[in-house]
């Protein structure tokens, strides 16, 4: 029998757990072709929901183009990635798509590959002047109304990853696209991200583009109770014995995140398939087995960690994030305020650590265990 749990990858059907009134929210709030924006920390299934309510849109008979900026290294792939979104929302003909990739960004000369796997490449002209760049996205960027008019048919836009465009052109980028949008009457976007303080600043910056444009989505933790049935559910399909202690452990050790409870669990799986029986010895010793696994990984992170940061993360790792300023913590981590305030300032900016609600936590929680697995 194949392991049920998957992490790493998106997922639909059975393995998508609920998120029904999110997708349910934003799909009312985009077929209103309102200009929304979705926040959710990485990890939290925010790509797996997008896809559910796009499957939703396409249904219902809207045109959607979905365009992953996440990767996109430059203006010009920033261009192609909008060419082919648009393109893939209107065709389905090899030959067909290409020509409208043709027709919407002739002068980046484009070049189509077709792949093995029955896929497409596109690569483009890169010696295109940067205004001529700037014009192309312009026009891209007011394609779908046109689309929309041209087909009769109602369109939505969804950007993932939406805070990269600040590498790619900064504010000067957020007000063109403002300004595009804004014109574009009865066309749902959504702007997507997972860099919570970018997207919020975005947001909610009375002299940024985006200033109280549309209604904010945030995407946080799955309550314990939905993933205690989804995880029995999995584990007894195979016989597998174990009790509501040891499901609750599963969750509380993965903090309720998706991507960490389906990692979790299926590394418990493969644990217990030989003996038939899930327990507290498993569970630790599947998250053992998750930090040796990326080991080489964390090892790097924490070379490039300074004395005090390291310090710092051990604290954490410990005796939790909040009141960091305290004297308690500070004892406990062996540093002055001025020192963690400068120390967590710049593991904040490593993606070592994140703020939610005044609580510093680890971005990636098996790090926090690896880290004390190394003090231990």
Not at 49 to 69: A, N, T
Not at 120 to 131: G, H, L, N, P, Y
Not at 205 to 218: C, D, I, N
Not at 287 to 293: M, V
Request: hydrophobic share 40%; net charge positive; charged share 25%.
């Amino acid at each position: 029998m194949l392991n049920p749990f998957k992490y790493g990858e998106i997922v639909s059907g059975e393995d998508f757990l609920d998120r029904e009134e999110e997708c349910r929210n934003i799909f009312r709030d985009l077929g209103n072709g309102l200009k929304c924006f979705l926040i959710s920390p990485r990890r939290y299934g925010k790509t797996s929901l997008i896809k559910k309510v796009i499957e939703r849109l396409k249904r219902k008979g809207f045109l959607v183009s979905y365009v992953d900026l996440y990767g996109v290294a430059s203006l010009e792939q920033m261009a192609v990635s909008l060419a082919r979104a648009c393109a893939l929302s209107q065709e389905t003909n090899l030959e067909r798509i290409w020509k409208v990739i043709k027709d919407v960004i002739p002068r980046l000369r484009p070049v189509f590959t077709v792949e093995p796997n029955g896929g497409f490449a596109i690569t483009v002209d890169v010696k295109e002047r940067r205004e001529e760049i700037y014009n192309t996205l312009m026009r891209l960027y007011n394609l779908p109304y046109e689309v929309s008019k041209k087909m009769k048919k109602p369109y939505i836009v969804i950007y993932d990853e939406f805070q990269e465009i600040l590498n790619l052109g900064g504010t000067v980028m957020e007000k063109q696209i403002r300004s595009a949008v804004q014109a574009q009457s009865g066309i749902g976007y959504l702007f997507s991200g997972s860099k919570k303080s970018l997207m919020l600043e975005m947001t909610t910056l009375r002299e940024r583009a985006f200033y109280k444009m549309g209604p904010l989505h945030f995407l946080g933790k799955m309550p314990s109770y939905y993933w205690y049935g989804f995880l029995k559910k999995r584990f007894q399909r195979a016989s597998l014995k174990l009790n509501s202690e040891v499901i609750n452990l599963i969750i509380e050790k993965a903090e309720n995140v998706p991507y960490y409870v389906q990692y979790l669990a299926h590394e418990v799986w493969d644990l217990a398939l030989s003996d038939k029986v899930v327990n507290a010895r498993k569970v630790n010793e599947a998250i053992e087995s998750i930090c040796h696994k990326q080991g080489p990984l964390y090892a790097g992170w924490w070379d490039i960690l300074t004395l005090p940061q390291k310090q710092l993360v051990q604290t954490i790792s410990e005796s939790g994030g909040r009141n960091i300023f305290s004297n308690d913590f500070l004892f406990r981590c062996k540093l002055n305020s001025a020192m963690v305030q400068k120390s967590v300032k710049l593991l904040l900016k490593k993606d070592i650590l994140e703020k939610e609600n005044g609580e510093y936590s680890f971005s990636d929680i098996w790090f926090k265990e690896w880290v004390k697995q190394v003090k231990g």
